[in-house]
T-cell receptor
Framework: DTAVSQTPKYLVTQMGNDKSIKCEQNLGHDTMYWYKQDSKKFLKIMFS???????INETVPNRFSPKSPDKAHLNLHINSLELGDSAVYFC???????????????FGAGTRLSVL | GEDVEQSLFLSVREGDSSVINCTYTDSSSTYLYWYKQEPGAGLQLLTYIFSNMDMKQDQRLTVLLNKKDKHLSLRIADTQTGDSAIYFCAERYDTGGFKTIFGAGTRLFVKA
């Protein structure tokens, strides 16, 4: 049973389209994250939610909108896709603020987005 | 602002020790981590150290923390070809949101 699962694994789309990536965790964690990893493998935090509440919102274009219907799910919707959005997007989860054990993050396998 | 830096590449021979280094800037770090990323996969935690510790050993892995110099290292003893991956250093600190910042990753190549 996969702890953090994200779908789809691959996403190929045209510029200007709108797409969504879904993430689910079955670890009972309170906090979930979206990261973007570019072609040089640099990993950058985009958003973080704690119990459905947005707690980190980095400088990300407002074409990106996260949604957390419950604490086990964090979806990412992207409007008007651009070439520069091509990257691997990782979802992660952790116990969050009250964790006394290092707040280890568990990552999904990634969604490889290619914008043509 | 906060920053985590690490060298981008390291190449070693199978059986040798690998040492991956990392420096960070924020002195209010609570935890420091080493994550491993294999091709086509997400990051996976290797080990972590609390900021009031100097050293942590876990089988082939040894983590050293020099808090004064804000320097973290990961030593892998008897490096195997299966250790070839990208290793990310990360620090967690309390900004009110317990943010974790990742370094750019060190690509470890192990030659047989």
């Amino acid at each position: 049973d996969t702890a953090v699962s994200q779908t789809p694994k691959y996403l190929v789309t045209q510029m200007g389209n709108d797409k969504s990536i879904k993430c689910e965790q079955n670890l009972g964690h309170d906090t979930m994250y979206w990261y973007k990893q570019d072609s040089k493998k640099f990993l950058k935090i985009m958003f973080s939610y704690n119990n459905k509440e947005l707690i980190i919102n980095e400088t990300v274009p407002n074409r990106f909108s996260p949604k957390s219907p419950d604490k086990a799910h964090l979806n990412l919707h992207i409007n008007s896709l651009e070439l520069g959005d091509s990257a691997v997007y990782f979802c992660a989860s952790s116990q969050g603020r009250i964790s006394g054990y290092g707040d280890i993050q568990y990552f999904g396998a990634g969604t490889r987005l290619s914008v043509l | 602002g906060e920053d985590v830096e690490q060298s981008l590449f390291l190449s070693v021979r199978e059986g040798d020790s690998s040492v991956i280094n990392c420096t960070y800037t924020d002195s209010s770090s609570t935890y420091l981590y080493w994550y491993k990323q294999e091709p086509g996969a997400g990051l996976q935690l290797l080990t972590y150290i609390f900021s009031n510790m100097d050293m942590k050993q876990d089988q082939r892995l040894t983590v050293l923390l020099n808090k004064k110099d804000k320097h973290l290292s990961l030593r892998i003893a008897d490096t195997q070809t299966g250790d070839s991956a990208i290793y990310f250093c990360a620090e967690r600190y309390d900004t009110g949101g317990f943010k974790t910042i990742f370094g750019a990753g060190t690509r470890l190549f192990v030659k047989a």
